[in-house]
């Protein structure tokens, strides 16, 4: 009995979704884009760093995703940690060519808002409702990912 009794909280601990905060984003083209404005749409939210590695790595397959599926739906909103310079970012981004949203979070206040996200890249995949269904904290699998994606947008 004991062993259903924990089998049962493990799932629905799994199984419950978290809604995904109410915050705005500053973008770094001069933009305010709020997470009820997103909403209808999956979307990817991606805290990053200039200064971090792994971020940089994984930002081309990051532009990858984004590009495959777009046009079904899909919107991403690159959030650039409080420490990293508003210059280097806006470098980034334009040197680069960043097909999505890329925001800067300038007081830590989205960050906090998701969790306190201390640890970059950490990736939130956010349902058409506002639940979130997935975070990733480092580098995600990108196939598992697209399999992911490819659900939400169908669903």
């Given at each position: 009995?004991?062993?259903?009794?924990?089998?049962?909280?493990?799932?629905?601990?799994?199984?419950?979704?978290?809604?995904?905060?109410?915050?705005?984003?500053?973008?770094?083209?001069?933009?305010?884009?709020?997470?009820?404005?997103?909403?209808?749409?999956?979307?990817?939210?991606?805290?990053?760093?200039?200064?971090?590695?792994?971020?940089?790595?994984?930002?081309?397959?990051?532009?990858?995703?984004?590009?495959?599926?777009?046009?079904?739906?899909?919107?991403?909103?690159?959030?650039?940690?409080?420490?990293?310079?508003?210059?280097?970012?806006?470098?980034?981004?334009?040197?680069?060519?960043?097909?999505?949203?890329?925001?800067?979070?300038?007081?830590?206040?989205?960050?906090?808002?998701?969790?306190?996200?201390?640890?970059?890249?950490?990736?939130?995949?956010?349902?058409?409702?506002?639940?979130?269904?997935?975070?990733?904290?480092?580098?995600?699998?990108?196939?598992?990912?697209?399999?992911l994606l490819e659900k939400a947008l169908a669903g």
């Open positions: 009995m004991l062993v259903l009794a924990l089998a049962v909280t493990g799932y629905l601990s799994f199984s419950k979704k978290e809604t995904a905060p109410k915050v705005t984003f500053s973008g770094i083209d001069g933009q305010q884009y709020t997470s009820d404005s997103l909403r209808g749409k999956v979307v990817m939210v991606n805290f990053w760093a200039t200064s971090c590695v792994t971020c940089i790595k994984e930002m081309p397959d990051m532009v990858r995703t984004y590009d495959k599926y777009k046009d079904r739906g899909l919107e991403f909103v690159a959030v650039a940690m409080s420490y990293d310079p508003p210059n280097y970012v806006l470098n980034y981004a334009q040197t680069r060519k960043l097909p999505f949203k890329v925001a800067l979070d300038s007081t830590g206040a989205v960050a906090k808002a998701f969790g306190d996200v201390k640890l970059t890249p950490t990736t939130y995949v956010i349902d058409k409702n506002g639940q979130i269904i997935k975070r990733y904290v480092g580098e995600p699998q990108f196939a598992e990912l697209h399999q």
